[in-house]
């Protein structure tokens, strides 16, 4: 079976957008990829109740970042400043898409975030999510927003930790599951459509695995005239995982959320550890 006979339709992606920096991140990365998969965009700006809850106690109050001062926080500011948001978040939207003559659709909700997010994953293949850093340190760690939907969504999700986007080279871990072979073809298709460069991890128990592994891997590159490195790992842990991607100085990671080779645990440790773009295939 080659890689364009694999049953891997994104026709949709979902992007949750809001005033942050990460968001942006996660629309500019979700456009760069809906133009490799030609998808349309659909983004999401989630009215969050807890704000508007606490905008409406008593004892609600902001402190200007100028003058240092606290003022009080009434319920019709708070609505306010969220018709203020997402109305950049739509034009935020709007221009991303433009740039690269995307089909887009934006709505808004009003909710709990990840109830909203997951809510809407039925009308996506895809859902984009950026990371924030924890304060004080270098290394981008994963929100508690973005880790509930990791744990919870049933789509496929593409992680952008602070400062990375989708680039190549590209990698996958690429072992006997099914769900690894979905993460595959979707890494070829973004390495032919960026002209780029695909680095297979090979994660096999021994030599005739990793050989089958190997021929398999070349006969489906074969169709998308896709060339690719090889490196080869037996029961690696997170740390020599992460070590090689940083060393291959990947672009963008692809692999499965349900692998053979890989634990949950395993693949939740690798995105705390990876800078690089990472696309959870499930």
Known sequence: MSATELPLHI???LVALDASAASIAALDAAATLAACMDAELLGLFVEDVNLLRLAGLPFASEIDMVSGSARSLAPAQMEQRLRAQATRAQESLSQAAGRRQLRWTFRVARGQVVTELLGAEIEADLIALGTVS???????RVGSTAQAVIERAARTLLILPHGATVRTPVGVLFDESPASAQAFVLAARLTQAESGDLVVFLLADDAESEQRLRETAVSRLEPLQVKARYRWFVDADTATLARAVRDERIGTLALAADSDALDAQTV??????????VLLVR
């Open 11 to 13: 026709r949709r992606i």
């Open 134 to 140: 924890t304060p004080g340190s270098r290394r981008a």
């Open 268 to 277: 939740h440790a690798l995105l705390e550890r990876v800078e690089c773009a």
